[in-house]
């Protein structure tokens, strides 16, 4: 699987768009741009997927570049409860795949 | 919506004792696996299964360790011999399987205390 590249630690405002950045320039054509978060030590949490067009469903959206080299995720209206580690992770398609975790980027909402 | 579900939340044991963690996959998820996550450490992959057996299993998931899906609904992962070293957050994660169904589902996880 490709290595990821996030910043450690981000912050943002109540109510305002939270946008993860992810860098992943090793990527292949056949790997998709994950993104999963985790909530102070609860499972980790799938938030949403995409191959090289732009995703959106009722939790975020994802934007990818055109040479599919990085990516961000955006919280459109970032909540206190939307606190967390947010882990982007490349990985195949493939149906029994592991999921690789890195370190990820902390996201804290402020008030 | 369909969940994956593990128990206990919470197991403490003494050093030396076998422990079996549980998970309810989702209902028609075909892939299971097993992740570690030691405190304040990522989370780690331990183990694949699929079909029965074992796909692939990590470094870390060595003979101590042994999982099987016994009556075709909960997935198990136990640990014979436990080791302080052992503590730690057991998730379980499902996944359908099947052509557009790579993505894994994770549980809430099992905390586990060797003492």
């Known amino acids: 699987d490709a290595k990821t590249t996030q910043p450690p630690s981000m912050d943002c405002a109540e109510g305002r768009a939270a946008n993860l950045p992810c860098n992943h320039s090793t990527i292949s054509g056949n790997e998709y741009v994950y993104w999963y978060r985790q909530i102070h030590s609860q499972g980790p949490q799938y938030i949403i997927h995409g191959l090289k067009n732009n995703e959106t469903n009722e939790m975020a959206s994802l934007i990818i570049t055109e040479d599919r080299k990085s990516s961000t995720l955006i919280l459109p209206h970032a909540t206190l409860r939307d606190t967390a580690v947010y882990y982007c992770?490349?990985?195949?398609?493939?149906?029994?795949?592991?999921?690789?975790f890195g370190t990820g980027t902390k996201l804290q909402v402020i008030p | 919506e369909p969940e994956v579900t593990q128990t206990p939340s919470h197991q403490v044991t003494q050093m030396g004792q076998e422990v079996i963690l549980r998970c309810v996959p989702i209902s028609n998820h075909l892939y299971f696996y097993w992740y570690r996550q030691i405190l304040g450490q990522k989370v780690e992959f331990l183990v694949s299964f699929y079909n029965n057996e074992i796909s692939e299993k990590s470094e870390i998931f060595d003979d101590q360790f042994s999982v099987e899906r016994p009556d075709g609904s909960n997935f198990t992962l136990k640990i014979r011999s436990t080791k302080l070293e052992d503590s730690a957050m057991y998730f379980c994660a499902t996944n359908k399987g099947l052509a557009g169904g790579e993505t894994q589902y994770f549980g809430p996880g099992t905390r586990l205390l060797v003492l």
């Open positions: 992770i490349v990985r195949i398609s493939g149906g029994y795949q592991k999921v690789t």
